[in-house]
């Protein structure tokens, strides 16, 4: 294992701090307990969206904190949920009055820490209300499972939400956005190498050169199965041959079409992946209207990639192109 | 004889050792169906809850160790692990409230409480392949030793029994909750590690009461 790491045990603590350093016009960090806040939170009247979970997957979610988007992020060790103690901090530090929405990705210790947190902010008088994002489509068999696991989805949640947030909808209404956003999204992702956890030094699955494990989480842990590797146009298709039914989308639909990388992926590749998947929605009647190609979730060095399509109506479309001020996402401000 | 806070502390010290001392294990099972944070993790709430115990005065009851464990690795651990395993310490807590000795009778209220709040916060059932399937049987053998008339070393050793049987009984299992469930049939053959964990420190339980016993050589 070759990193660009100090101590293992310091990885975390150390990004965060030189993310704070690149980005102190956007962000505040604060270090313990550790959590990522926007420079001028809380924002008087406005309904503050925390976010958080386990590290590894820059840049979620800290990436994401400022302006239209969300207003805390809490990093976890990496792909380890934070605790309730550092949510429950973050949730104090940009609650302006106006309630906390927290956006939980589903993820069995995300979901426990978030839900413990919620508790106890909810017994200090914070008006709380969860959206927890499940919008990947390779778990078919949610009754004997922990359920669909939330993925790509979850940055346009954060992003949608966040801008209505910023309009000034109150706490209800952000978080109907959000679950609506989250029930229009769907993704899906396939890995062609698996990742090294620091502190683990290990990768955390196996493949072979010739294998691809089709249809994985934002971990690169297994979803369907592990197939045999095939071309860029036959991967996207296979994941849209899933996505697309699931919803389903539609000719005449509008949609935003993400292309995520894994973390380990050229940007070239993405954009074949992208450029065969445009093809496919345009041969199916369904119209990319927004477009986001890159590392947005992604599972620490991994190569791979991963679709989300969102079905979007002129309300999305607008809070979609609403002025944004974070590290990764940035326009009209 | 019953045991009190002394014991309750010792399960702590004992617990770290034994986690620190499996680390690596706890790690392999999890890599092979979960995510392989699961030793780092409990090892990393319990170091702290070890540091902790120094905060504890000398009247502490043992429903005060308990209630130190559950808010130290609830604040340390993350994942799924903390809140489960913190609120099964809060339970426990809260099942020795007011007590300064704990008899048979009063392990097992410990014992099902912290079952039960593990069955709560993470809404598992027996046979999902989770840590519930070492907590259930240990309930279920720590019950029927205190009703057959045991002590407290034999009811907790009936339960570190168990609970290790359960968690080699877990490797045939298909998982239904947690990360392993995205594994669905590949996830038979793989012992659970939280199932694992739990026989550690049910493990240590018992031992903390047997050097109890023979500390006061009964």
Same mark, same amino acid.
């Given at each position: 294992? #070759? #990193?660009?790491?100090?101590?293992?045990?310091?990885?975390?603590?150390?990004?965060?701090?030189?993310?704070?350093?690149?980005?102190?016009?956007?962000?505040?960090?604060?270090?313990?307990?550790?959590?990522?806040?926007?420079?001028?939170?809380?924002?008087?009247? #406005?309904?503050?969206?925390?976010?958080?979970?386990?590290?590894?997957?820059?840049?979620?979610?800290?990436?994401?904190?400022?302006?239209?988007?969300?207003?805390?992020?809490?990093?976890?060790?990496?792909?380890?949920?934070?605790?309730?103690?550092?949510?429950?901090?973050?949730?104090?530090?940009?609650? &302006?009055? &106006?309630?906390?929405?927290?956006?939980? #990705?589903?993820?069995?210790?995300?979901?426990?820490?978030?839900?413990?947190?919620?508790?106890?902010?909810?017994?200090?008088?914070?008006?709380?209300?969860?959206?927890?994002?499940?919008?990947?489509?390779?778990?078919?068999?949610?009754?004997?499972?922990?359920?669909?696991?939330?993925?790509?989805?979850?940055?346009?949640?954060?992003?949608?939400?966040?801008?209505?947030?910023?309009?000034?909808?109150?706490?209800?209404?952000?978080?109907?956005?959000?679950?609506?956003?989250?029930?229009?999204?769907?993704?899906?992702?396939?890995?062609?190498?698996?990742?090294?956890?620091?502190?683990?030094?290990?990768?955390?699955?196996?493949?072979?050169?010739?294998?691809?494990?089709?249809?994985?989480?934002?971990?690169?842990?297994?979803?369907?199965?592990?197939?045999?590797?095939?071309?860029?146009?036959?991967?996207?298709?296979?994941?849209?041959?899933?996505?697309?039914?699931?919803?389903?989308?539609?000719?005449?639909?509008?949609?935003?079409?993400?292309?995520?990388?894994?973390?380990?992926?050229?940007?070239?590749?993405?954009?074949?992946?992208?450029?065969?998947?445009?093809?496919?929605? &345009?041969?199916?009647?369904?119209?990319?209207?927004?477009?986001?190609?890159?590392?947005?979730?992604?599972?620490?060095?991994?190569?791979?990639?991963?679709?989300?399509?969102?079905?979007?109506?002129?309300?999305?479309?607008?809070?979609?192109?609403?002025?944004?001020?974070?590290?990764?996402?940035?326009?009209?401000? | 004889? @019953?045991?009190?806070?002394?014991?309750?502390?010792?399960?702590? =010290?004992?617990?770290?050792?034994?986690?620190?001392?499996?680390?690596?294990?706890?790690?392999?099972?999890?890599?092979?169906?979960?995510?392989?944070?699961?030793?780092?993790?409990?090892?990393?709430?319990?170091?702290?809850?070890?540091?902790?115990?120094?905060?504890?005065?000398?009247?502490?009851?043992?429903?005060?160790?308990?209630?130190?464990?559950?808010?130290?690795?609830?604040?340390?651990?993350?994942?799924?692990?903390?809140?489960?395993?913190?609120?099964?310490?809060?339970?426990?807590?809260?099942?020795?409230?007011?007590?300064?000795?704990?008899?048979?009778?009063?392990?097992?209220?410990?014992?099902?409480?912290?079952?039960?709040?593990?069955?709560?916060?993470?809404?598992?059932?027996?046979?999902?392949?989770?840590?519930? @399937?070492?907590?259930?049987?240990?309930?279920?053998?720590?019950?029927?030793?205190?009703?057959?008339?045991?002590?407290?070393?034999?009811?907790?050793?009936?339960?570190?029994?168990?609970?290790? =049987?359960?968690?080699?009984?877990?490797?045939?299992?298909?998982?239904?909750?947690?990360?392993?469930?995205?594994?669905?049939?590949?996830?038979?053959?793989?012992?659970?590690?939280?199932?694992?964990?739990?026989?550690?420190?049910? =493990?240590?339980?018992?031992?903390?009461?047997?050097?109890?016993?023979?500390?006061?050589?009964?």
């Amino acid at each position: 294992m #070759k #990193k660009l790491i100090n101590d293992p045990v310091d990885v975390v603590a150390e990004s965060v701090a030189g993310f704070g350093a690149a980005h102190a016009d956007i962000v505040r960090v604060v270090a313990d307990p550790l959590h990522v806040v926007r420079r001028d939170a809380p924002v008087a009247g #406005k309904v503050a969206l925390v976010s958080g979970g386990g590290s590894g997957h820059e840049p979620l979610h800290a990436g994401y904190v400022g302006h239209g988007m969300l207003d805390a992020a809490v990093p976890g060790a990496v792909f380890t949920s934070p605790t309730p103690d550092r949510i429950l901090a973050a949730m104090q530090a940009v609650d &302006a009055g &106006a309630g906390v929405l927290l956006i939980v #990705k589903n993820y069995t210790g995300d979901v426990l820490n978030f839900e413990t947190a919620a508790e106890l902010a909810a017994a200090q008088g914070i008006d709380v209300r969860t959206v927890v994002t499940d919008d990947d489509v390779a778990v078919t068999d949610s009754l004997y499972t922990a359920g669909r696991r939330g993925t790509g989805g979850t940055v346009l949640v954060e992003r949608i939400a966040g801008a209505a947030a910023e309009r000034g909808d109150d706490l209800d209404a952000v978080a109907s956005i959000a679950a609506a956003v989250n029930a229009d999204a769907r993704s899906m992702g396939v890995a062609l190498t698996p990742c090294t956890v620091p502190h683990s030094g290990e990768p955390s699955f196996a493949l072979a050169e010739d294998e691809m494990e089709f249809g994985i989480g934002i971990h690169g842990e297994p979803g369907r199965e592990t197939l045999p590797m095939e071309a860029a146009d036959r991967i996207v298709d296979r994941l849209l041959d899933v996505i697309l039914p699931d919803l389903p989308f539609a000719s005449g639909d509008r949609v935003l079409l993400m292309t995520d990388g894994m973390g380990g992926t050229p940007l070239a590749e993405l954009y074949i992946a992208h450029r065969r998947a445009s093809e496919r929605l &345009a041969e199916e009647g369904i119209e990319v209207v927004r477009s986001l190609v890159g590392d947005h979730v992604t599972a620490l060095e991994m190569q791979g990639c991963a679709l989300t399509v969102l079905r979007l109506d002129d309300e999305r479309i607008e809070l979609w192109d609403a002025p944004v001020q974070t590290a990764s996402l940035r326009w009209r401000r | 004889m @019953d045991v009190d806070s002394n014991w309750a502390t010792d399960w702590v =010290r004992r617990s770290a050792d034994a986690v620190a001392a499996h680390k690596a294990d706890l790690a392999a099972l999890d890599r092979a169906i979960g995510d392989g944070d699961h030793g780092e993790n409990l090892d990393r709430g319990y170091r702290a809850a070890l540091a902790a115990l120094d905060g504890l005065g000398d009247d502490a009851t043992p429903a005060d160790a308990l209630m130190l464990v559950a808010t130290t690795l609830i604040s340390n651990v993350g994942g799924a692990a903390g809140p489960l395993y913190g609120t099964a310490f809060l339970k426990a807590s809260g099942a020795a409230q007011g007590l300064d000795e704990l008899g048979p009778s009063d392990v097992v209220a410990i014992l099902t409480a912290a079952r039960d709040g593990i069955v709560l916060r993470g809404k598992a059932e027996p046979g999902d392949k989770t840590m519930v @399937d070492a907590w259930t049987p240990a309930v279920e053998a720590a019950s029927a030793a205190a009703a057959a008339g045991s002590d407290v070393r034999a009811v907790l050793e009936a339960a570190a029994g168990a609970a290790e =049987r359960g968690a080699v009984d877990t490797e045939p299992l298909v998982a239904r909750k947690g990360r392993a469930s995205y594994l669905g049939e590949r996830s038979a053959g793989h012992r659970d590690p939280g199932a694992e964990s739990t026989a550690l420190l049910l =493990r240590a339980a018992a031992e903390a009461a047997a050097d109890a016993a023979e500390r006061r050589g009964s």
